[in-house]
């Protein structure tokens, strides 16, 4: 499988912001990619009170974009995440994926808000206008069974787990850690959720902008079963291409079976005893 990671700058123009993405998906399909996949909020500058003015509902002016995109040139995409505006007037954080004819296959709310306040560092809210998902999302491609969560969902060991016990075998992260966090977390967690799980993982970022507001670590990477950084951008716009070979993850799987020594019967005991 052929992924094609898009670290893009993001633009205070929903519209400018779509030119942009489809110019890079027709060079990713130039390139014979299978997958493309882009950071977090890519349509909005990551900031709480932007996502209320930029969110859209499900099938609104973005999500039609992004199924013709993804029909046009052929390609799985995974377009980041956009504000998403449900029937009931709350807003969350959503992740779309639309396969090769433009259908969308799957959809990810945001979980785990980034709530948090680092001392000398990064003090962030995303609570204060967004509304968590509850679902864990596993869809199915030609490829086999992907995961799907959203930036600060990866932290959570579980999440990951219960992931690969619904079978996927790659998991894909739209995510924007900060300047704060990047540096400290970014490499370590990726590597340790790729390792713990045996998995193929893509991490993809906005590029850095250090304008005002939030910004973005960048480092877009992709890791493998093994837990070794095959790929990995820099700060500035860039496109990742890589190749996944996929039979990696059966054979690190049968070769190390970290998965199958669970000791499922201490953890149910474990229950129990609660």
Known sequence: MRAAQLQLPVFDEITKNLTQLENY??????????????????????ETSNFPKYAEKEGGRTYQALSDLARRYGVYLSA??????????????????????????????KMHLFDIQVEGGQCFKESDTLTAGDRVTVFDTEFGKMGLC????????????????QGARVILVPAAFNMTTGPAHWEIMFRCRALDNQVFVLGTSPSRDEGPGYTAWGHSLLVSPWGQVLAEAQEKPAMLINDLDLTQVDQIRSQLPLLAHRRLDLYELREKER
């Open 150 to 165: 959203i930036c600060y969902d990866f932290r959570f060991p579980e999440l990951a787990r219960l992931m690969v016990q």
């Open 80 to 109: 980041g995440s956009v504000p998403e505006l449900s029937e009931d007037g709350k807003v969350y954080n959503t992740a779309y994926i639309f396969d090769r004819q433009g259908r969308k296959i799957a959809k990810h709310r």
């Open 25 to 46: 998906i027709q060079k990713a399909a130039a390139q014979q990619a299978d997958i493309v996949t882009a950071g977090e909020m890519f349509s909005c500058p990551y």
